[in-house]
């Protein structure tokens, strides 16, 4: 009587957002999810959890956005969250350059921990802090060319960019799973490893499809 | 609907509130009317600010009664209150309030303190009268002796240890070095003998120098740690934002942002197993308020080394829960984590199996901010000081009763989450409602295992 309350067919694909400590991730949620933006937010310790949909091609595709910590401590125990994570999105401030400069360590971390092929989307957040900006867009996007990455300036304070990072990931990853579903038979095989839970009710609804970025 | 596994007293008339209609919310359940039932642990009444046997200072740094939300708007228990969650049986308990207070003070004016029963006290929770709570934490982390006449010694002792931990592990290492060199060489190295007008520097030897690699070189520690300060740095900027004493520009705020932090470096320097751990900000804040606060301004002026000792006290029980290198062994968060887990399926076998098998909810994703930050951020600033009151004062230890705690908080949402899926399960028990906290800490203490 409580556990198919994600009946029908909905999609549900979690997303984790990831980086350093301070760089705005839990902002960046709350904008999304919730439109609000706190200027004085507590550090995130363990995870946090939003859920946020949108309608594509007339169905509802509903986002499961994780928000970590930040801080290195917390890497171990956090890599329970990117399982089964189909999307993610790589923070950091274009004012601290050694945020931009961890992002291939976030990589790594992803890489790792991921069973899945990930939609990944570099993100510069605090663009409106253009003044004290110490990483420049190009260095944002060449690295995020030179990874396979999309890439996306943002700023949690005052909305710029948010809602469209947040949309182009689960675009992405919608497009890559209608693709994936279309050849699904001929994949199968070859794609077993890269499961990702399509969730129409909380048991296995399992199926495969892989995605690339861009 | 099978029952089976729940221990007899949960099916008690505490918990389906007695008068006719069923409660279908949890909030009923969690306040169950005072007539009903006698609960052993009385709802904390307004007091009257009668005047306090330990200090005489006006102005109780706390509200002299249960905070209403709109007092402290605490940013994570803002959103949803009901408003029902802690109300209080007023009049009724005022008058044995005000008698645990009696006997609190009674047992602080003893001339040797009788620890065991101070403990019985304060797990009842204590009045939130200015001092009372600041000198029976000291003495329940041990950090103040149970015999009052070793007391000013002690402290003197204590404070004048952490001003030369001070001297020693907040300065750069130019300054360490031209300490060092001063106490080598004596008067030999006294300035006036170097030539007139030039400042005396530093000098930078082979061993030790700004860009040594050297694993004992002071330099490269110094810049390791500035990572590390930074982080204490942001940390400490957002403890508490919504807490003038903690955050803004107000100078009483920089000065304990600062105590703050200068608490939190040196534990970090003292402790290079585990150095900061985001968090340990928030597990300090309440020791610090709480010393900061003490009417006597004797105390009050030491609060940041008061609060450095307690700080090691209380970590010393938890720090395991912060050491990276220990998440998989025994001792570790995850293993902490599991013991809930046990604990819940010990007691309530339908809801573990519900959360844990049914909706999969992995119990890491809520419990790891409920251990390692010992409740602090579930529930408002000064509730979380009644719960320390009882994680700091059962004689089972701080662990085992905040184990305890926990594993009650799951029980008292037990309808709501066997109704829900995973996500709203698990934003709920992110965003824990609202709550009777005396009550919550009475079905945690009948889970005490006989």
Request: a negative charge; proline letters at 6%.
């Amino acid at each position: 009587m409580s556990d198919d309350d994600e009946r029908g067919e909905e999609y549900l694909f979690k997303i984790v957002i990831i980086g350093d400590s301070a760089v705005g991730k839990s902002n960046l949620l709350t904008r999304y999810a919730r439109n609000e933006f706190n200027p004085n937010s507590k550090a995130t310790i363990g995870v946090e959890f939003q859920t946020q949909s949108m309608v594509i091609d007339g169905k509802e595709v509903k986002a499961q956005i994780w928000d970590t910590a930040g801080q290195e401590r917390f890497r171990a125990v956090t890599s329970a969250y990117y399982r089964g994570a189909v999307g993610a999105l790589v923070v950091y401030d274009i004012t601290r350059s050694s945020t931009f400069e961890n992002v291939g360590r976030w990589l790594d971390e992803l890489n790792t921990h991921s069973d899945t092929t990930v939609a990944k989307m570099l993100i510069g957040n605090k663009c409106d802090l253009e003044s004290i900006r110490a990483v420049s867009v190009e260095e944002g996007k060449s690295l995020a060319e030179s990874e396979g990455l999309f890439f996306m300036e943002t700023s949690a304070l005052d909305s710029t960019n948010v809602k469209t990072a947040f949309e182009m990931v689960i675009r992405e990853i919608y497009s890559n799973m209608s693709r994936k579903q279309l050849n699904s038979d001929s994949y199968k095989e070859e794609l077993s490893s890269n499961r990702v839970s399509l969730v129409k009710n909380d048991n296995e609804g399992t199926k495969t499809f892989s995605c690339c970025s861009r | 609907m099978a029952k089976k596994g729940i221990p007899e007293w949960l099916n008690s008339s505490l918990w389906s509130s007695s008068p006719p209609p069923p409660p279908i919310d949890d909030r009923l359940l969690r306040n169950p009317p005072a007539t009903s039932v006698t609960p052993p642990i009385v709802e904390r009444p307004p007091l009257s600010p009668s005047p306090s046997a330990i200090s005489t200072a006006p102005a109780p740094p706390l509200p002299a009664r249960p905070p209403s939300k709109s007092e402290i708007n605490d940013l994570q228990n803002g959103t949803g209150n009901d408003g029902a969650g802690i109300d209080s049986p007023a009049a009724a308990s005022s008058v044995e309030d005000v008698s645990r207070k009696a006997q609190v003070v009674a047992e602080l004016s003893k001339k040797v303190i009788d620890l065991k029963e101070l403990r019985k006290i304060a797990s009842q929770g204590l009045p939130d009268d200015a001092g009372i709570r600041s000198l029976v934490w000291k003495l329940l982390l041990g950090y103040l002796s149970p015999d009052r006449s070793l007391w000013s010694s002690e402290l003197a002792k204590k404070r004048s240890q952490y001003k030369q931990f001070k001297e020693e592990l907040l300065m750069n290492p130019s300054e360490v070095t031209r300490k060092m060199d001063k106490s080598k060489g004596g008067d030999s190295n006294d300035p006036k003998i170097e030539s007139p007008g030039a400042l005396s520097r530093s000098e930078i030897t082979h061993e030790d120098h700004p860009l040594s690699l050297g694993t004992t070189s002071l330099w490269n520690n110094f810049f390791k740690d500035t990572e590390v300060l930074e982080q204490i740095d942001r940390d400490v900027m957002r403890t508490h934002p919504d807490m003038h004493f903690f955050s803004g520009d107000s100078a009483v705020a920089k000065a304990n942002q600062d105590a703050l932090k200068n608490v939190l470096t040196i534990f970090a320097k003292l402790n290079p197993g585990i150095r900061y751990v985001q968090g340990m900000n928030e597990i300090l804040a309440p020791i610090y308020y709480i010393f900061k606060n003490d009417p006597d301004k004797g105390n009050a002026a030491f609060a940041e080394s008061d609060a450095f000792f307690c700080f090691v006290e209380l970590m010393s029980g938890f720090r395991d829960n912060f050491c990276q290198q220990l998440d998989n062994s025994v001792v570790g968060i995850r293993y902490t984590i599991t013991r809930l887990s046990l604990l819940l399926k010990h007691h309530d076998e339908e809801l573990w199996r519900h959360l844990e098998v049914t909706t999969k909810i992995n119990p890491q994703f809520y419990a790891f901010r409920w251990i390692t930050l010992l409740l602090t951020q579930e529930f408002n600033f000064v509730e979380s000081l009644h719960i320390w009151d009882t994680l700091l004062s059962d004689p089972e230890g701080p662990q085992e009763t905040l184990l305890r705690i926990c594993c009650a908080m799951l029980i008292l949402l037990r309808r709501r989450l066997l109704a829900g899926d995973f996500t709203s399960n698990l934003k709920l028990l992110q965003n824990y409602p609202p709550s009777n906290i005396s009550h919550m800490l009475y079905v945690a203490d009948k889970l005490r295992s006989k």
